[in-house]
C-alpha cells in the first residue's frame, strides 16, 4: 500500500517508520526542510530507542521517504495518515489548527479516491468535522473517507509499542474504510478492534485518562499512606496480584507529566463541560496530580526555611526516564519555585538538558541560578539537597552511600522512591519519599 503520513513528531513519524519495516510504501510529509534532510539520512529528530535503526534499514530499501512536497506525497497516496500534533488551548480544549492545515492541503492535493486517517489524540466528532472540511474544500471528483486510528504508543518505548501494540482500534463508517484500514494492519499480525469513528475517538481518551487516574489514585492514597503510617510500595504490591486491578500504573510519586496525559485529561474534562456534564472523576484526576507536583517542594520547603544560595542538586529533568521531552515535567515546575526562593540549581539529566537549557537557560535566572552538570556525583558535591525528578538508571545506580560521601547535608527528597527507606537510614541520609 503507497501510505503518506503527515507529522514526524512522536505519532507520525514512529507510525511511518513502522509501516514501511512492515512493507508499505511509506512518504512522511514535514513542512520543515532542514527536519527533512536530517531524517534522509537516517537521523531521528526525537530520541526513541530502536528508531534509527529501523530509519536507517528502511530508507536504504526506498520503502521510506521524506518530503515537504505535500501536494505530490498526498497525489499518490491510497492512505494518509495524519500525525500531526493537537497542542493544549488556554481553556483546556485541543487546538486542530495543525489538522485543519493538513486537511486543506490534502483537499487541494489528491487525484484519485483515497482513505484519510487521522491518529492525533482529537476529541469526539473530530472526524466527523475533518470529512467535512475536506469535502468542503475538494475541487475534484474523488472520494476521500475519514477514519480514526488512535495511537498507544509511549514515549520511549515507542518502537516497541507499535509493533507489539496490546490492540489496535480502527474507527470507520463504511466497509470499504475499514477493509482498507484493515489491510494495511494485516502483516502487524495484531488484534484488531473496529468500531465507529466516535467510538474510536473515544477509546483513545478513556484509555489515557483511565491510567491518569490510576496514577492519581495511587499518589492520593500514598499522601494518605503517609499519615497513617502505611507504606505504598507494600501497598501497591499487595493490589497488584489482584488482576481486576492489574500491576502496571500502580507508582505512586512526583505526579504524572509529559504531553499526554495532562493535556488528555484536560481536554475531556473540556470536553465533558461542553456537553452540560460534570466529569468528576477525571477533575479529581488533574486537581491531585497539580498538587502532587510539588508537593515535595512544599515539605522541603518546610524543613529548610529557605532555598536563598543553597546548592541545590536536581537529578532528572525529563518527565519519565528513556525520553528527552520535558512537557508538563514535575521537574519544571520545582526548579521555578526554587529559582523564585534564590536556589544555586545543579541539574543533571543523560538527554533532558538541551531542551531544559531553552527553558531555564545557563546562569542567573532572578534570584537563582541554574548550573547543568554532565553526572549525578557532580549535582550533588557539596550539595545541601538534593532532589530525585526522574527514574533513570544513571540516578538509580547513585547509592546511599553516595549520598552520604559527596553532599554537604545528605537531605534528598525523592520523587521516584528510587531507595528503600531503611538503607538511607542505614547510610544516615534523612530521605523524604512518597507514601512511606
Ligand atoms: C501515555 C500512555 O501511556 C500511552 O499509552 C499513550 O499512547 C500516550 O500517553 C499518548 O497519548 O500519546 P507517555 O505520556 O509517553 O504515554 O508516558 P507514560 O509512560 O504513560 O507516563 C506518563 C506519566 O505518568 C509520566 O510522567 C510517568 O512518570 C507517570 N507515571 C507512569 C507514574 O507516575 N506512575 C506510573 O505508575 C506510571
Given at each position: 500500500?503507497?501510505?503518506?503520513?503527515?507529522?514526524?513528531?512522536?505519532?507520525?513519524?514512529?507510525?511511518?517508520?513502522?509501516?514501511?519495516?512492515?512493507?508499505?510504501?511509506?512518504?512522511?510529509?514535514?513542512?520543515?526542510?532542514?527536519?527533512?534532510?536530517?531524517?534522509?539520512?537516517?537521523?531521528?529528530?526525537?530520541?526513541?530507542?530502536?528508531?534509527?535503526?529501523?530509519?536507517?534499514?528502511?530508507?536504504?530499501?526506498?520503502?521510506?521517504?521524506?518530503?515537504?512536497?505535500?501536494?505530490?506525497?498526498?497525489?499518490?497516496?491510497?492512505?494518509?495518515?495524519?500525525?500531526?500534533?493537537?497542542?493544549?488551548?488556554?481553556?483546556?480544549?485541543?487546538?486542530?489548527?495543525?489538522?485543519?492545515?493538513?486537511?486543506?492541503?490534502?483537499?487541494?492535493?489528491?487525484?484519485?479516491?483515497?482513505?484519510?486517517?487521522?491518529?492525533?489524540?482529537?476529541?469526539?466528532?473530530?472526524?466527523?468535522?475533518?470529512?467535512?472540511?475536506?469535502?468542503?474544500?475538494?475541487?475534484?471528483?474523488?472520494?476521500?473517507?475519514?477514519?480514526?486510528?488512535?495511537?498507544?504508543?509511549?514515549?520511549?518505548?515507542?518502537?516497541?509499542?507499535?509493533?507489539?501494540?496490546?490492540?489496535?482500534?480502527?474507527?470507520?463508517?463504511?466497509?470499504?474504510?475499514?477493509?482498507?484500514?484493515?489491510?494495511?494492519?494485516e502483516p502487524f499480525h495484531l488484534p484488531i478492534v473496529s468500531v465507529k469513528r466516535r467510538s474510536a475517538e473515544m477509546i483513545k481518551y478513556a484509555c489515557n485518562d483511565f491510567l491518569a487516574l490510576?496514577?492519581?489514585?495511587?499518589?492520593?492514597?500514598?499522601?494518605?499512606?503517609?499519615?497513617?503510617?502505611?507504606?505504598?510500595?507494600?501497598?501497591?504490591?499487595?493490589?497488584?496480584?489482584?488482576?481486576?486491578?492489574?500491576?502496571?500504573?500502580?507508582?505512586?510519586?512526583?505526579?504524572?507529566?509529559?504531553?499526554?496525559?495532562?493535556?488528555?485529561?484536560?481536554?475531556?474534562?473540556?470536553?465533558?463541560?461542553?456537553?452540560?456534564?460534570?466529569?468528576?472523576?477525571?477533575?479529581?484526576?488533574?486537581?491531585?496530580?497539580?498538587?502532587?507536583?510539588?508537593?515535595?517542594?512544599?515539605?522541603?520547603?518546610?524543613?529548610?526555611?529557605?532555598?536563598?544560595?543553597?546548592?541545590?542538586?536536581?537529578?532528572?529533568?525529563?518527565?519519565?526516564?528513556?525520553?528527552?521531552?520535558?512537557?508538563?515535567?514535575?521537574?519544571?515546575?520545582?526548579?521555578?519555585?526554587?529559582?523564585?526562593?534564590?536556589?544555586?540549581?545543579?541539574?543533571?539529566?543523560?538527554?533532558?538538558?538541551?531542551?531544559?537549557?531553552?527553558?531555564?537557560?545557563?546562569?542567573?535566572?532572578?534570584?537563582?541560578?541554574?548550573?547543568?552538570?554532565?553526572?549525578?556525583?557532580?549535582?550533588?558535591?557539596?550539595?545541601?539537597?538534593?532532589?530525585?525528578?526522574?527514574?533513570?538508571?544513571?540516578?538509580?545506580?547513585?547509592?546511599?552511600?553516595?549520598?552520604?560521601?559527596?553532599?554537604?547535608?545528605?537531605?534528598?527528597?525523592?520523587?521516584?522512591?528510587?531507595?528503600?527507606?531503611?538503607?538511607?537510614?542505614?547510610?544516615?541520609?534523612?530521605?523524604?519519599?512518597?507514601?512511606?
Amino acid at each position: 500500500m503507497n501510505i503518506a503520513v503527515a507529522g514526524t513528531g512522536y505519532v507520525g513519524l514512529v507510525a511511518g517508520v513502522c509501516f514501511a519495516e512492515v512493507g508499505h510504501t511509506v512518504t512522511c510529509v514535514d513542512v520543515d526542510e532542514k527536519k527533512v534532510k536530517l531524517m534522509e539520512s537516517g537521523v531521528s529528530p526525537i530520541y526513541e530507542e530502536g528508531l534509527e535503526e529501523l530509519m536507517k534499514k528502511n530508507n536504504a530499501t526506498g520503502r521510506l521517504k521524506y518530503t515537504t512536497d505535500y501536494a505530490s506525497a498526498y497525489a499518490g497516496a491510497d492512505a494518509i495518515f495524519i500525525g500531526v500534533g493537537t497542542p493544549e488551548m488556554p481553556d483546556g480544549s485541543a487546538n486542530l489548527s495543525f489538522i485543519a492545515t493538513v486537511c486543506r492541503q490534502i483537499a487541494e492535493s489528491v487525484v484519485h479516491d483515497c482513505l484519510v486517517v487521522v491518529k492525533s489524540t482529537v476529541p469526539v466528532g473530530t472526524n466527523d468535522k475533518v470529512e467535512q472540511f475536506i469535502k468542503d474544500f475538494l475541487d475534484k471528483d474523488v472520494k476521500v473517507e475519514v477514519a480514526s486510528n488512535p495511537e498507544f504508543l509511549a514515549q520511549g518505548t515507542a518502537v516497541h509499542d507499535t509493533l507489539h501494540a496490546a490492540r489496535i482500534i480502527i474507527g470507520t463508517e463504511s466497509k470499504e474504510a475499514e477493509t482498507k484500514l484493515m489491510e494495511i494492519y494485516e502483516p502487524f499480525h495484531l488484534p484488531i478492534v473496529s468500531v465507529k469513528r466516535r467510538s474510536a475517538e473515544m477509546i483513545k481518551y478513556a484509555c489515557n485518562d483511565f491510567l491518569a487516574l490510576k496514577i492519581s489514585y495511587m499518589n492520593d492514597i500514598a499522601n494518605l499512606c503517609e499519615l497513617v503510617g502505611a507504606d505504598i510500595e507494600d501497598v501497591a504490591k499487595g493490589m497488584s496480584y489482584d488482576k481486576r486491578i492489574g500491576e502496571r500504573f500502580l507508582n505512586a510519586g512526583i505526579g504524572f507529566g509529559g504531553s499526554c496525559f495532562p493535556k488528555d485529561t484536560k481536554a475531556l474534562k473540556f470536553l465533558a463541560k461542553q456537553n452540560g456534564y460534570e466529569l468528576k472523576t477525571v477533575e479529581a484526576c488533574v486537581d491531585v496530580n497539580t498538587r502532587q507536583k510539588t508537593r515535595l517542594y512544599e515539605k522541603a520547603k518546610d524543613r529548610m526555611i529557605t532555598f536563598d544560595g543553597l546548592k541545590v542538586a536536581v537529578l532528572g529533568l525529563t518527565f519519565k526516564a528513556g525520553t528527552d521531552d520535558l512537557r508538563e515535567a514535575p521537574s519544571s515546575d520545582n526548579i521555578k519555585l526554587l529559582l523564585e526562593q534564590g536556589a544555586d540549581i545543579y541539574a543533571f539529566d543523560p538527554a533532558g538538558v538541551p531542551r531544559a537549557k531553552l527553558q531555564f537557560p545557563e546562569g542567573e535566572i532572578g534570584r537563582g541560578r541554574m548550573n547543568y552538570v554532565a553526572s549525578p556525583e557532580e549535582a550533588l558535591d557539596q550539595a545541601n539537597i538534593c532532589f530525585v525528578f526522574t527514574e533513570w538508571p544513571e540516578i538509580k545506580s547513585i547509592r546511599p552511600a553516595d549520598y552520604k560521601r559527596l553532599m554537604k547535608i545528605p537531605l534528598v527528597y525523592d520523587g521516584r522512591n528510587l531507595y528503600s527507606t531503611e538503607e538511607m537510614r542505614e547510610e544516615k541520609v534523612e530521605y523524604y519519599s512518597i507514601g512511606r
